[in-house]
């Protein structure tokens, strides 16, 4: 299996556009979750799912942040309009559902001017 | 409101060293704690997942035990190499829909 894929590796964009970033989990995989790391914060869930349908979006900061995962095989994490605070390592990690070990994509490195 | 700490947050030791990580929690009520290892620039590896009924596990070189009750688990390396050197995380699962509570990481360096 290739693990979990995440596209781009790495992003640089002006303050106010839109940034989508992708996901594909390990098949077979119920579970998909968002996170984001920060030097000074460390890593933060933003939001998680199960069976495609969002369990706990409690991290996500702001409305300038949305998720979907429609289908098993493909989710996004959207940033609209993007600030320069947003810059940040965001990975996806998937989880089989019974077990509770997660599996880590590579990361999308965000840069925010 | 769970709180992981991780102490010391760098660490460097020569080659060959047995060496311990701390990790410690604020609240007992814990679904599992697992270890995990980052290389600079990259994902995380999961290393070992220690259950809230079990007190240790091992794999390899690596030793991760868990005293519950005290809010503390260790992640003990035997005979580390320069291969170690990287940063290595604790992540406390409440069982509150799955989520993760994570420690900001011990950064290691083994010198050879």
């Known amino acids: 299996d290739a693990g979990v894929i995440q596209s781009p590796r790495h992003e640089v964009t002006e303050m106010g556009q839109e940034v989508t970033l992708r996901c594909k989990p390990i098949s077979g995989h119920n579970s998909l979750f968002w996170y984001r790391q920060t030097m000074m914060r460390g890593l933060e869930l933003l939001i998680y799912?199960?069976?495609?349908?969002?369990?706990?979006d409690s991290g996500m900061p702001e409305d300038r942040f949305s998720a979907k995962m429609p289908n098993a095989s493909f989710s996004t994490l959207k940033i609209q309009p993007s600030e320069p605070r947003d810059s940040a390592v965001y990975f996806c990690?998937?989880?089989?559902?019974?077990?509770?070990?997660?599996?880590f994509g590579p990361g999308t490195r965000l840069t925010v001017t | 409101k769970q709180e992981v700490t991780q102490i010391p947050a760098a660490l460097s030791v020569p080659e060959g060293e047995n060496l311990v990580l701390n990790c410690s929690f604020t609240d007992s009520a814990i679904y599992n704690l697992q270890w995990f290892r980052q290389d600079p620039g990259k994902g995380l590896t999961s290393l070992l997942l220690i259950q809230s009924s079990q007190r240790e596990q091992t794999s390899g070189r690596l030793n991760a035990s868990l005293d519950k009750s005290s809010g503390r688990s260790t992640l003990y390396i035997a005979a580390s190499q320069p291969g170690d050197s990287a940063t290595y995380l604790c992540?406390?699962?409440?069982?509150?829909?799955?989520?993760?509570?994570w420690g900001l990481g011990t950064s290691l360096a083994v010198n050879p």
């Open positions: 992540a406390v699962d409440a069982g509150n829909n799955r989520k993760l509570i």
């Open positions: 990690a998937s989880s089989p559902q019974t077990v509770g070990e997660q599996y």
């Open positions: 799912f199960n069976n495609n349908v969002p369990i706990d």
